[in-house]
């Protein structure tokens, strides 16, 4: 079945530090890819997205690009700030008669530091 | 405009008894999806909605876990003699349609089993 496998948390980074959340998938066909962010006492918020192959997701700072070759979708950003403090997860949903279900990743902690 | 919303937003119960969570989708949105987020399965697909008519149930851990959606609407998850293992964030989610659509979260239902 599909999966998604992600980089384990938690993250502790101090503000203005690079950020790679490193995200494998297995999936069958070509699925949609996309990383969700819980902010705090937060419901799940979509932070971007990528439909094909080298597509390229990017939001509020935040990059991510599909790798069919590597079936990875890593999250970076180039300068964090306190507020990205928050769950980050990665996810996908594959086109099948499963419809548009989401598979998640565990999650990853992120922390950044004044 | 209104975005998901689920209630209550807080539920706790003893052992045994039924309970019933909610959810009100953006208006509009034809596909409804639950989701079940616990600490030791991270966030679980249960079943999702077309209209009124639920495709893929496949998620659902047990025949104690029913949903239904009225009026292409509102939906409600039942589960019927809780266990301490039902305890969990239920999310609900919604989306214009089941393909390719972003799905809009809501905050969820704490739900605590004793």
């Known amino acids: 079945g599909d999966s998604v496998t992600q980089m384990e948390g938690p993250v502790t980074l101090s503000e203005e530090a690079f950020l790679t959340i490193n995200c494998t998938y297995t999936?069958?066909?070509?699925?949609?890819l996309f990383w969700y962010v819980q902010y705090p006492g937060e419901g799940l918020q979509l932070l971007l997205k990528?439909?094909?192959?080298?597509d390229k997701g990017s939001n509020k700072g935040f990059e991510a690009t599909y790798r069919k070759e590597t079936t990875s979708f890593h999250l970076e950003k180039g300068s964090v700030q306190v507020s990205d403090s928050a769950v980050y997860f990665c996810?996908?949903?594959?086109?099948?008669?499963?419809?548009?279900?989401?598979?998640f990743g565990e999650g990853t902690q992120l922390t950044v530091n004044p | 405009g209104a975005g998901v919303s689920q209630s209550p937003s807080n539920k706790v119960t003893e052992k045994g008894k039924d309970v019933e969570l909610r959810c009100d989708p953006i208006?509009?949105?034809?596909?409804l999806y639950w989701y079940r987020q616990s600490l030791g399965q991270g966030l679980e697909f249960l079943i999702y909605?077309?209209?009124?008519?639920?495709?893929?149930k496949s998620g659902l851990p047990s025949d104690r876990f029913s949903a239904e959606r009225t009026g292409g609407s509102v939906s409600t998850l039942t589960i019927q003699r809780t266990q301490q293992e039902d305890s969990a964030v239920y999310l609900c989610?919604?989306?214009?349609?089941?393909?390719?659509?972003?799905?809009?979260f809501g905050p969820g239902t704490r739900l605590t089993v004793l």
């Open positions: 989610a919604s989306s214009l349609q089941v393909i390719n659509n972003e799905q809009f």
């Open positions: 999936a069958t066909g070509y699925p949609s």
């Open positions: 990528a439909t094909k192959a080298d």
């Open positions: 996810a996908l949903t594959a086109q099948d008669t499963s419809g548009s279900r989401l598979t």
């Open positions: 208006s509009g949105h034809t596909a």
């Open positions: 909605f077309q209209g009124n008519s639920a495709p893929d």
